[in-house]
Nanobody
Framework: QVQLVESGGGLVQPGGSLRLSCTAS????????MGWYRQAPGKQRELVAG???????NYTDAVKGRFAISRDNAKNTVYLQMNSLKPEDTAVYYC?????????WGRGTQVTVSS
């Protein structure tokens, strides 16, 4: 059974940066397209960044130019570098395959952007 564990969240001021990590318990990052999703209070979970096994990337318009997704297949890890953070980026961030597998959802990591 695959487990995905997210880490790296926290409280940051507007304009600040965070780097999220997602480590898989088994080798999946080199096989599947992987993505970072987020869910803000009262909103649906949304895909914000994705990367294919060949490291092609795509982003939702709200984070383009500020977030960067990357992967280290040797470590079974996917990263999300988040720069120029805004209060509207506040959410719980999750990683999963793209499209997502229900059984892979982890607990996520909380990102709060506030002064």
């Amino acid at each position: 059974q695959v487990q995905l564990v997210e880490s790296g969240g926290g409280l940051v001021q507007p304009g600040g940066s965070l780097r999220l990590s997602c480590t898989a318990s088994r080798i999946i990052t080199s096989i599947y397209s992987m993505g970072w999703y987020r869910q803000a209070p009262g909103k649906q979970r949304e895909l914000v960044a994705g990367t294919t096994p060949r490291s092609n990337t795509n982003y939702t318009d709200a984070v383009k130019g500020r977030f960067a997704i990357s992967r280290d297949n040797a470590k079974n890890t996917v990263y999300l570098q988040m720069n120029s953070l805004k209060p509207e980026d506040t959410a719980v961030y999750y990683c999963n395959t793209v499209p997502p597998e229900f059984r892979f959802w982890g607990r996520g990591t909380q990102v709060t952007v506030s002064s």
